[in-house]
């Protein structure tokens, strides 16, 4: 079964606009965490954000915010004010057991978000 | 953040072919190396973790003689692909887990994009 699902296959915003990029997930474990990374065409992984499943507030980090509900599993991604460089592919991932650093990243399918002038 | 290098960057073989790809870790030392591919437009799938001083662990479906793991020292993993075929075509990543560090900080080396002809 998939432990992170990112429906969007592909996503259009126009530029300065907002945009919510989906990301779901899976898991039994009570602690976990989740990442943001952004993939451009370089192929380098960005990390961008994170959320422990502890964490009360949901994160940001400057452009980004994470859009975290427990209840749902969803752990969704808002980037704030586009630009043009933030045309790449996102990817979302987990880490099962948060404080277990040596676990593994799952990640889900991606979506590739394309900013128009 | 951590600093992690792959060598090379790029590298295209025949097929028959073994190619060695170097990750190192520049600033600090890692016990534990993730290795990921990721097929072009797919998302990144775990291959299999190389272990400081035993054998490295591989994911279901990874052919253990066909990609050689070998975690030569705290700051040196190699990922050997033998006889390389055309589906072994891929982009290889490496990512240390954040051993000593904020537990989130999960950072990846560049990538190699192998093609074999």
């Known amino acids: 079964a998939q432990k992170i699902t990112q429906t969007q296959p592909g996503m259009f915003v126009q530029e300065k606009e907002a945009v919510t990029l989906d990301c779901t997930y899976d898991t039994s474990d009570p602690s976990y965490g989740l990442f943001w990374y952004k993939q451009p065409s370089s192929g380098e992984m960005i990390f961008l954000i994170y959320q422990g499943s502890y964490d009360q ?4 980090e400057g452009r980004y915010s994470l859009n975290f509900q427990k209840a749902r599993k969803s752990a969704n ?13 996102y990817f979302c991932a987990m880490r099962e057991g948060v404080k277990n650093a040596g676990n593994m990243l799952t990640f889900g399918g991606g979506t590739r978000l394309m900013v128009k002038p | 953040g951590a600093v992690v ?5 790029w590298v295209i073989c025949k097929s028959g072919t073994s ?16 290795w990921y591919r990721q097929f072009p437009k797919q998302s990144l799938m775990l291959m299999a973790t190389s272990n400081e ?19 030569a020292s705290l700051t040196l993993s190699t990922l050997t692909v ?7 075509s891929s982009f290889y990543i490496c990512s240390p887990p954040p051993s ?18």
């Open chain 2, 82 to 88: 033998t006889s390389a075929h055309p589906e072994d």
């Open chain 1, 57 to 60: 507030q949901n994160a940001t």
């Open chain 2, 53 to 71: 001083g035993s054998k490295a662990t591989y994911e279901q479906g990874v052919e253990k003689d066909k990609f050689l793991i070998n975690h």
């Open chain 2, 19 to 34: 190619v060695k790809i170097e990750c190192r870790s520049l600033d600090f030392q890692a016990t534990t190396m993730f």
């Open chain 2, 100 to 117: 000593g560090r904020e537990y989130y900080e999960q950072f990846f080396g560049p990538g190699t994009r192998l093609t074999v002809l």
């Open chain 1, 77 to 89: 991604l808002v980037i704030s004010a586009s630009q043009l460089g933030d045309s790449a592919m």
């Open chain 2, 5 to 9: 290098s792959q060598h090379p960057s």
